[in-house]
């Protein structure tokens, strides 16, 4: 009866960590259409939409009241790309022009900004009176100072395919499509060049290299969502990644796997809750603390592992020095074993789904799923 009581035990702590995960809530269906951006201002989400007849419509959704309304259908284009906010006021990447709308104004009056005739705007970034602008036609990022009666164009870097950007402090952070990097340009400099500063993560058993598609950032920590590329080679997976950039040597690691391919276009973060906007018009909602609660495997020793679960390979981190390592199964069995060091990968593919042990020298261990 004992080895039952443990198996029992073991199936029970299987269950428990099974169905204790955090839960990808959706929030907003949509209205029809595509959204082609989304942003926070305040308690409400932006969302412009394009939809089939050309035109494009502006939705607000209060996140506190979960109210979506309509907040302006005419002067817009299936072509309006993404939106910045500066005070109450709202900025639009339209095409070849910059406009901005006072959203406080019954009449939400489009003024025109910029216009450039040879570029085609696209993401939109502020950083104090200076708006920056990515050029997706020619793969070049500039700036122009808002308040300047007729503003002219600054270029900052070229031969860039910009994903996302975001601003921490004076620092621009991007990401660029194709590339598993997070750049950073510090924007004081007189001569503004871009460095990498995070290199994302890549399964190493795969040769594919996902490009990100969008993050957001909280005291420090960089969220990112990227696609990743499933074992048959047809499928994506979308995951979201955390990196805190305040390291010294900053490390990614899974944060969150949504599992299938969402087609998330923007993300943003209200207290403890990231928001993300769906192109076909979903917008869900993720807990941050649930999901640090359920996710972090560490014990006393600060050894970690990560992610978890997992269904292709787990990362160590927190040794000093290689160590030997057993994976055992529920009934005490060894299925894997080997040596690894700081924060190198251990395959467990082959392993079926389920809970399992790893044990390193030393009476060390740390229960993980492999799904």
Known sequence: MKRNYIVITFIALFFNLQYSTAQLTEIYSG????IKSAVLKDKDIYLMRGIASNEGIIYKYDIT????????????SLLDNDIAFKGNNMYLAKSKTIVKMDITDPNKELITVYTNDSVLTDELVFNGNDLYIEDYLNKKLFKIDVTDSNPTSVEIVNDVNITDMLFIEDELYITIKGKNKIF???VNNASPTMVEAV??????????ISSPRTFTHKDG???????????NGDEYECVIYKVDITEANPTVTEFYNLGKSY??????IDGDDIYLSEVEGIIFKLSI?????????ENKEGIKLYPNPSANNIKISGIQETKSYRICNLLGATVLEGEVSQNQY????????GLYIIKFEGSISIKFMKK
Do not use: C, H, R
């Not at 009241?65 to 817009?76: D, I, R, T, Y």
């Not at 920590?221 to 074992?231: A, G, P, R, T």
């Open 31 to 34: 209205e029809g259409g595509t």
């Open 346 to 353: 251990i395959n467990i593919k082959s392993l079926e789904k």
């Open 221 to 231: 920590v960089i969220y990112l969502l990227q696609d990743n590329k499933k074992e």
């Open 263 to 268: 087609g998330i276009n923007d993300m943003f």
């Open 184 to 186: 950073k340009i510090d």
């Open 199 to 208: 290199t994302l993560y890549t399964d190493p058993s795969s040769n594919y």
């Open 65 to 76: 009241e979960s109210l979506a309304s309509e907040f302006k259908n005419s002067g817009l």
């Open 289 to 297: 603390s649930e999901v640090l609660s359920t996710n972090t495997f």
